[in-house]
């Protein structure tokens, strides 16, 4: 039985600005309040790595767990876009499944009340976290401002009080390096607790800015995390991107989880990338400038103009080389996913380096929104 009443999410259509109420200042640790982690399929998720990592939360805390909030008011979605699906149901009936976005959390909230006094008192055992909500689902494309409105509503009635965005982008970054997790919060005091940095990103923003936004105006401390897939591999899954996530999110929310295999596909998969990328020479060429950006990055010594220097001599090194050979064809768009997927069964069982996941603050585009068409996840 859902906790929270799913007719309360039914609200005037075309509402203004979202009704939410500022709460008091809260200066406890981030990870000893009731946390809200979200991810969403679609524009935010480049490979999946977002909601793949937030699968492996709910999994983690399973046995804890139900479902306590359900939002799939058609006014959200738009189903030309997200069509229902047909499916038999255990019985053998047959049964819509239509296209929404759902919160699981304490089966027993009082439980996870007490559980967040005895974290207060420091009688907490590290690593075993319970006060987690996840929300997940399918980007609303409809109503947005109504939808926000909704959602503050079940976080007012759950008395959440913070939230971690996720999020994966599509960026110029070679797989065969550690992947890159951008951090930033608009909290002061979540910054300075977490090390992360503020965004000051501007363009078009998805479900997770208005969330952010919205978090902010009323005092929420909120935090977004979004991890860098390589533009020119942007099968799906994409489990070394989901990997870095997954550490982040075991430190925020001091909660051990289980990678499972993920660790070993995240292996085949760079593997199968190598493989395909050992057959063409632009593409390897390509990669190895963008190895050498990102060591150039992580030096000390790094410049923005340096960076910019490199990058550009290469630009031209490739616009030269299709002038000569009669090639349009940019060398990051020659991966496909049946060819990683064909590569990554065809190594499936030869060794692989997996690199450990790091914050960096990107020189472009740190909240980590796809800044045109071309990268968006």
Known sequence: MNHFDEAKARRPKHAAEPDITPREQDDRSFSDGRILLVAFKGWNDAGDAATEAARHVQERLIESSERVWVCDDERFFDYSLHRPIVRFAEGGERELVWPSVTMTGPRDLESA?????????????????????????????????????????????????????TGALLADTPHTRPTTVYASSEHPGVREELGVSRSDYEGPTGMLGLISSAAYAVGIP?????????????????????????????????????????????????????????????????????????????????????????????????????????????????????????????????????????????????????ESDDERG
């Not at 007490?114 to 008192?121: G, K, L, T």
């Not at 380096?353 to 909240?367: H, K, L, R």
């Open 113 to 165: 009340r007490a559980a967040s006094i005895a974290v207060d008192a420091e009688m907490s055992v590290s690593g075993e976290n319970s006060n987690i909500l996840v929300l997940t689902g399918i980007e609303p494309t409809l109503n947005w401002k109504s939808f926000v409105e909704c959602l503050f509503e079940a976080i007012d009635y759950f008395e959440i009080d913070r939230i971690i965005l």
């Open 222 to 370: 909120c935090v977004s995390y979004w991890a860098a897939v390589p533009h020119y591999a942007n099968t799906t899954p994409s489990p070394k991107a989901t990997t870095a996530l997954l550490d982040k999110l075991e430190e925020v929310l001091d909660l051990t989880i289980s990678r499972g295999e993920l660790v070993e596909e995240a292996q085949r998969w760079q593997e199968a990338v190598n493989v395909i990328a050992s057959q063409d020479d632009d593409l390897r060429e390509y990669i190895r400038v963008l190895e050498h950006t990102y060591d150039t990055v992580e030096a000390p010594e790094a410049s923005g103009e340096a960076i910019a220097r490199e990058f550009e001599r290469y630009l031209e090194q490739s616009a030269n080389t299709t002038k000569s050979t009669g090639s349009a064809s940019h060398p990051s768009a020659r991966l496909d996913a049946g060819s990683v997927v064909s590569a990554r069964e065809d190594t499936a069982d030869e060794p692989g380096d997996e690199g450990d996941s790091q914050d960096t603050d990107p020189s472009s585009n740190p909240d980590g929104e796809p």
